[in-house]
């Protein structure tokens, strides 16, 4: 149960969500403010109000209220549910009191006027009623179950806490864990849970300072970002705004003067320039409502912060309302021209929608004093959307009206289905919390996560796309298509163009993940410097527990790139270090020293020929010579850039031809990306081939990359092209050429 009482530094109680100024307000003018119903004060009323007449023909008195709010938004809702669910709730609750003194039915009764005031559809309403049955009265899960359906059950469990005498300090998260799961089968549970802690908050003022200050951190931290993910505005607010009185009072406080002087002030830039846009659309025969729309407190600070001093303006935005999509860029066409814009402040999130489902075109314009007036362009349905986000989307899960059997009501819960309405970061936040290893972890990156408050787009090979969140790299990409089979992840293409698992993507990116064959794969450890995402840190975290760092005397692991690196044979020069062939490869090495070189024929008398270092000649390459110092011929490929460095000399060429064998030495230069045994597994597809390796260089890795250097000799020429294609056909190895050395051409 919550103890509650007003809280003396926020807002009264709340008029509807639609209609509502979106801060405590004492800067709307009166001439703005619309009128409404009087509300029902549910502090003040005696039990005999709140349960009412017990007909069955007519709803008690206190429910009353939410089914009028109710029906502005649904006119054929059926309202007996709701009337049962509060007769059940009243008379559950009866006797409890709330700290403040309140009859703690005011508590659900609030929370489901505050929905109903959202647009909520009936099953949501009738579980807010009661769901705080099953939590703090004798009525079980299976009772609700039986009386409202498994709907209602489902949401009631949702949104139900864990007992701390099970769970001890572990309750809090796990209730959050357990909430969110829920979610992630229907976003309601989230919408009542939100609801609750508004109406809590509102009301927070009888508990320990230290107690409101926990509640509001919590609530900053989790429920405010939930919010703005859910696209609630209409709550989200308003939660910032209570927050922000408990956790900043001083700050609150300027705030507030700020605000009421500028209530005061003799004049008024806002509305005068929404007279001007209100002629300017009617000139042009565009219908569209013209409403200001005062900033809430939080957003009066953030501003002042960084513009420094307020001016009249500073205080609200213009929100225009039309009909029509099209009628939205109409009206944008018609500021821009018969005012001054301010083009840097534009910004299109009706072609492009927020992740929240946030829709609208923001603007700005100036007049000639420098006053600079923020404009919302969006149709009413965006609006709504706007402000109450998923609520506003009534039951998601219902099929069309002409798809239910009786033509109306809702589908029956099948306890498993696929949310249309979920968005990309609760798919992740679902996927990362099964492997958070204890409530203290899942607590800690709950809130990380929440705090990445901006999400980008990017696109598979195969056409689908990923949601990240803003300042995600190749490697969250890699574990949020791939889960830990990300392991196995060598190296990507972005945009077509090879890139490290460290590069950053960006809205819109094309992302390729290159995927290694080899089971044994592991991760980097220092991908978990470039991991953003809880998913992948997660998943990196696990296996590095599960696979401590090697000990002494073992071969160690390159933190750079995963690759196994070899022992350094201190007996082989410098430069040549790197894979050491083993076995049968060693005793190909030993015996290809002895090997006969493939040859060729110059018809110049006693000139002896050699093969030049730069281009690594071998049959059939087409071939030409010169004449250098000593009687020597050099061979070069014909498309060598020495070559073509030793004809502008003008060095003469001489012809050259190979001899009758076969059998040449070649250089290749190999280049992957960095993981465990690649080494082994290159000599392995090499020795594979017949090949037989002279030399082994591997460059140490860099941005994960890494470079090898073979000298091969190849008992025919004719299977080079056989060999290198098996090099490239190697987990990990992009791409495999003969060198292009700027070295000795010239000699």
């Given at each position: 149960?919550?103890?509650?009482?007003?809280?003396p530094?926020?807002?009264?109680?709340?008029?509807?969500?639609?209609r509502?100024?979106?801060?405590?307000?004492?800067?709307?003018?009166?001439?703005?403010?619309?009128?409404?119903?009087?509300?029902?004060?549910?502090?003040?009323?005696?039990?005999?109000?709140?349960?009412?007449?017990?007909?069955?023909?007519?709803?008690?008195?206190?429910?009353?209220?939410?089914?009028?709010?109710?029906?502005?938004?649904?006119?054929?809702?059926?309202?007996?549910?709701?009337?049962?669910?509060?007769?059940?709730a009243?008379?559950?609750?009866?006797?409890?009191?709330?700290?403040?003194?309140?009859?703690?039915?005011?508590?659900?009764?609030?929370?489901?006027?505050?929905?109903?005031?959202?647009?909520?559809?009936?099953?949501?309403?009738?579980?807010?009623?009661?769901?705080?049955?099953v939590?703090?009265?004798?009525?079980?899960?299976?009772?609700?179950?039986?009386?409202?359906?498994?709907?209602?059950?489902?949401?009631?469990?949702?949104?139900?806490?864990?007992?701390?005498?099970?769970?001890?300090?572990?309750?809090?998260?796990?209730?959050?864990?357990?909430?969110?799961?829920?979610?992630?089968?229907?976003?309601?549970?989230?919408?009542?849970?939100?609801?609750?802690?508004?109406?809590?908050?509102?009301?927070?003022?009888?508990?320990?300072?230290?107690?409101?200050?926990r509640?509001?951190?919590?609530?900053?931290?989790?429920?405010?970002?939930?919010?703005?993910?859910?696209?609630?505005?209409?709550?989200?607010?308003?939660?910032?705004?209570?927050?922000?009185?408990?956790?900043?009072?001083?700050?609150?406080?300027?705030?507030?003067?700020?605000?009421?002087?500028n209530?005061?002030?003799?004049?008024?830039?806002?509305?005068?320039i929404?007279?001007?846009v209100?002629?300017?659309?009617?000139?042009?025969?565009?219908?569209?409502e013209?409403?200001?729309?005062?900033?809430?407190?939080?957003?009066?600070?953030?501003?002042?912060?960084?513009?420094?001093?307020?001016?009249?303006?500073?205080?609200?935005?213009?929100?225009?309302?039309?009909?029509?999509?099209?009628?939205?860029?109409?009206?944008?066409?018609?500021?821009?021209?018969?005012?001054?814009?301010?083009?840097?402040?534009?910004?299109?999130?009706?072609?492009?929608?927020?992740?929240?489902l946030?829709?609208?075109?923001?603007?700005?314009?100036?007049?000639?004093?420098?006053?600079?007036?923020?404009?919302?362009?969006?149709?009413?349905?965006?609006h709504?959307?706007?402000?109450?986000?998923?609520?506003?989307?009534?039951?998601?899960?219902?099929?069309?009206?002409?798809?239910q059997?009786?033509?109306?009501?809702?589908?029956?819960?099948?306890?498993?289905?696929?949310?249309?309405?979920?968005?990309?970061?609760?798919?992740?936040?679902?996927?990362?919390?099964?492997?958070?290893?204890?409530?203290?972890?899942?607590?800690?990156?709950?809130?990380?996560?929440?705090a990445?408050?901006?999400?980008?787009?990017?696109?598979r090979?195969?056409?689908?796309?990923?949601?990240?969140?803003e300042?995600?790299?190749?490697?969250?990409?890699?574990?949020?298509?791939?889960?830990?089979?990300?392991?196995?992840?060598?190296?990507?293409?972005?945009?077509?163009?090879?890139?490290?698992?460290?590069?950053?993507?960006?809205?819109?990116?094309?992302?390729?993940?290159?995927?290694?064959?080899?089971?044994?794969?592991?991760p980097?450890?220092?991908?978990?410097?470039?991991?953003?995402?809880?998913?992948?840190?997660?998943?990196?975290?696990?296996?590095?527990?599960?696979?401590?760092?090697?000990?002494?005397?073992?071969?160690?692991?390159?933190?750079?790139?995963?690759?196994?690196?070899?022992?350094?044979?201190?007996?082989?020069?410098?430069?040549?270090?790197?894979?050491?062939?083993?076995?049968?490869?060693?005793?190909?090495?030993?015996?290809?020293?002895?090997?006969?070189?493939?040859?060729?024929?110059?018809?110049?008398?006693?000139?002896?020929?050699?093969?030049?270092?730069?281009?690594?000649?071998?049959?059939?390459?087409?071939?030409?010579?010169?004449?250098v110092?000593?009687?020597?011929?050099?061979?070069?490929?014909?498309?060598?850039?020495?070559a073509?460095?030793?004809?502008?000399?003008?060095?003469?060429?001489?012809?050259?031809?190979?001899?009758?064998?076969t059998?040449?030495?070649?250089?290749?230069?190999?280049?992957?990306?960095?993981?465990?045994?690649?080494?082994?597994?290159?000599?392995?597809?090499?020795?594979?081939?017949?090949?037989?390796?002279?030399?082994?260089?591997?460059?140490?890795?860099?941005?994960?990359?890494?470079?090898h250097?073979?000298?091969?000799?190849l008992?025919?020429?004719a299977?080079?092209?056989?060999?290198?294609?098996?090099?490239?056909?190697?987990?990990?190895?992009?791409?495999?050429?003969r060198?292009?050395?700027?070295?000795?051409?010239?000699?």
């Amino acid at each position: 149960m919550s103890a509650e009482a007003t809280n003396p530094a926020t807002p009264g109680p709340a008029t509807p969500a639609s209609r509502r100024p979106a801060s405590p307000a004492p800067d709307v003018p009166p001439a703005h403010r619309k009128k409404t119903r009087p509300r029902i004060d549910l502090r003040r009323l005696g039990r005999a109000a709140l349960l009412g007449p017990a007909t069955r023909d007519r709803l008690p008195d206190a429910i009353g209220h939410v089914a009028e709010a109710h029906r502005a938004y649904h006119p054929d809702a059926k309202l007996e549910p709701l009337r049962r669910a509060y007769v059940l709730a009243e008379s559950s609750h009866r006797g409890q009191m709330r700290k403040s003194g309140e009859p703690y039915i005011t508590h659900p009764l609030a929370v489901t006027l505050i929905l109903a005031e959202l647009g909520a559809e009936t099953t949501t309403l009738t579980a807010s009623l009661l769901h705080d049955t099953v939590e703090d009265t004798e009525v079980t899960l299976d009772q609700v179950r039986e009386e409202f359906g498994d709907e209602v059950c489902y949401l009631v469990d949702g949104v139900t806490k864990l007992e701390k005498v099970d769970y001890g300090a572990a309750a809090e998260p796990e209730t959050f864990r357990k909430m969110l799961v829920a979610t992630g089968n229907d976003v309601r549970v989230m919408s009542i849970k939100l609801a609750d802690r508004l109406h809590n908050m509102r009301t927070l003022g009888v508990m320990r300072p230290e107690k409101q200050a926990r509640i509001a951190k919590v609530t900053r931290d989790v429920l405010i970002p939930l919010a703005e993910r859910l696209g609630v505005q209409a709550l989200k607010t308003e939660l910032e705004d209570l927050v922000f009185a408990i956790l900043h009072p001083e700050e609150y406080e300027h705030t507030r003067e700020l605000i009421s002087a500028n209530a005061n002030r003799d004049d008024d830039p806002l509305a005068e320039i929404a007279e001007e846009v209100r002629t300017v659309l009617r000139d042009a025969g565009i219908q569209a409502e013209v409403l200001i729309r005062p900033r809430h407190f939080v957003s009066v600070h953030r501003v002042s912060r960084k513009r420094g001093p307020m001016r009249g303006a500073d205080f609200g935005r213009l929100l225009v309302l039309v009909n029509e999509d099209a009628d939205c860029y109409g009206v944008l066409g018609e500021l821009h021209t018969c005012l001054t814009p301010v083009v840097s402040e534009f910004k299109d999130f009706i072609a492009v929608p927020k992740f929240n489902l946030y829709q609208s075109l923001h603007t700005a314009v100036t007049r000639g004093d420098g006053q600079v007036a923020e404009v919302l362009i969006r149709t009413h349905q965006m609006h709504k959307v706007a402000e109450a986000g998923v609520i506003a989307l009534g039951n998601p899960y219902a099929p069309p009206a002409e798809e239910q059997p009786d033509g109306g009501g809702e589908r029956p819960f099948d306890g498993e289905r696929a949310d249309p309405t979920r968005p990309g970061w609760l798919s992740r936040l679902l996927d990362w919390q099964q492997g958070a290893p204890d409530p203290d972890t899942f607590w800690s990156t709950l809130r990380e996560d929440l705090a990445q408050d901006r999400e980008i787009t990017v696109f598979r090979a195969d056409g689908g796309s990923l949601g990240l969140p803003e300042g995600a790299s190749c490697v969250d990409a890699a574990y949020a298509q791939y889960g830990e089979d990300a392991h196995a992840c060598i190296g990507a293409r972005v945009n077509g163009r090879l890139a490290t698992l460290s590069t950053v993507l960006r809205d819109g990116d094309t992302v390729q993940l290159l995927m290694g064959q080899d089971p044994a794969s592991e991760p980097s450890r220092e991908w978990l410097e470039h991991a953003h995402t809880p998913a992948a840190r997660i998943a990196i975290q696990r296996w590095i527990a599960a696979h401590p760092a090697p000990g002494d005397g073992e071969v160690p692991t390159s933190s750079a790139t995963g690759l196994r690196q070899s022992v350094a044979d201190p007996a082989r020069p410098a430069g040549t270090q790197g894979a050491r062939p083993t076995g049968t490869q060693a005793a190909r090495s030993a015996g290809s020293q002895l090997a006969r070189p493939a040859s060729a024929v110059t018809e110049t008398p006693g000139a002896t020929v050699r093969m030049a270092g730069c281009c690594t000649p071998v049959p059939p390459d087409e071939v030409t010579g010169f004449a250098v110092r000593g009687g020597v011929v050099t061979v070069h490929r014909v498309e060598c850039a020495g070559a073509a460095r030793m004809k502008t000399a003008g060095r003469p060429e001489v012809r050259v031809r190979w001899g009758d064998t076969t059998e040449c030495r070649v250089t290749l230069v190999a280049e992957s990306f960095g993981r465990p045994h690649l080494l082994a597994d290159l000599t392995e597809a090499i020795a594979a081939e017949g090949v037989a390796i002279v030399s082994a260089t591997v460059e140490p890795p860099s941005q994960q990359r890494v470079r090898h250097t073979y000298t091969l000799q190849l008992p025919d020429a004719a299977c080079l092209p056989g060999l290198m294609r098996a090099m490239r056909n190697v987990p990990g190895v992009y791409d495999v050429s003969r060198p292009q050395h700027p070295a000795t051409a010239a000699q």
